[in-house]
């Protein structure tokens, strides 16, 4: 069965500041992999995602993640946050094939971000 | 382009009552998927469905829960009787399959609160 581990739960970072959200995932395949962000009272709405291919992936709001196989490791980046960036943050990974669209969720990050 | 469109936003409702959430996905859209999400649990997946078809149920907590699709615009989420520890927000989500498996359009979500 495929997991997703999101090792901090809470993190602070200044206005202007860079971003690093850490994921860890486990699946037995090439897995489909995800980052959705959700304001608060709001649904999840996608950054990014991976497939195949190239792997750092650019995603809207100027994020960014890095698809590295032998750490099993997926992280979302940001170079410069904005106070607007506040919200939590939720890795996921797919499966494909008669699986497709079984998202598993990660247990998301809070990120708040001080002026 | 309106996106996926839940009600109620809110239900308040007593042990025992029977509550109906309900969904309309993107037109278009030939996945649909129910999600509840708690702060202990996180985001769960409780079924989908392709094509008004229910593929995966195994998210389904109980025999309290059932959902159906009666047609490609419409879906429910039905609970009979309700219970306290049903108190969660449950999103609705929708995809478009064969272009883009695993994103995800989410709902605003329906918060239920069980008292």
């Known amino acids: 069965a495929q997991s997703v581990t999101q090792p901090d739960i809470h993190i602070t970072v200044s206005e202007g500041a860079s971003l690093e959200l850490r994921c860890n995932y486990s699946?037995?395949?090439?897995?489909?992999l995800f980052w959705y962000v959700q304001s608060p009272g709001q649904g999840l709405q996608l950054l990014l995602k991976y497939f195949s291919g190239d792997t750092l992936v650019q995603g809207i709001k100027g994020f960014e993640a890095e698809f590295k196989r032998s750490q099993s490791s997926f992280n979302l980046r940001k170079p410069s946050v904005h106070w607007s960036d506040a919200a939590e943050y939720f890795c996921a990974v797919g499966a494909g094939g008669t699986s497709y669209g079984k998202l598993t969720f990660g247990q998301g990050t809070i990120l708040t971000v001080h002026p | 382009d309106a996106g996926v469109i839940q009600s109620p936003r809110h239900e308040v409702t007593e042990m025992g009552q029977e509550v109906t959430l309900r969904c309309k996905p993107i037109?278009?859209?030939?996945?649909l998927f129910w999600y509840r999400q708690t702060m202990m649990r996180g985001l769960e997946l409780l079924i989908y469905f392709n094509n008004n078809v229910p593929i995966d149920d195994s998210g389904m907590p109980e025999d309290r829960f059932s959902a159906k699709m009666p047609n490609a615009s419409f879906s429910t989420l039905k609970i009979q009787p309700s219970e306290p520890r049903d108190s969660a927000v449950y999103f609705c989500?929708?995809?478009?399959?064969?272009?883009?498996?695993?994103?995800?359009?989410f709902g605003e979500g329906s918060r239920l609160t069980v008292l």
């Open positions: 699946y037995g395949a090439t897995p489909y």
């Open positions: 989500a929708s995809s478009l399959g064969g272009v883009s498996p695993g994103e995800l359009f």
């Open positions: 037109s278009g859209h030939d996945y």
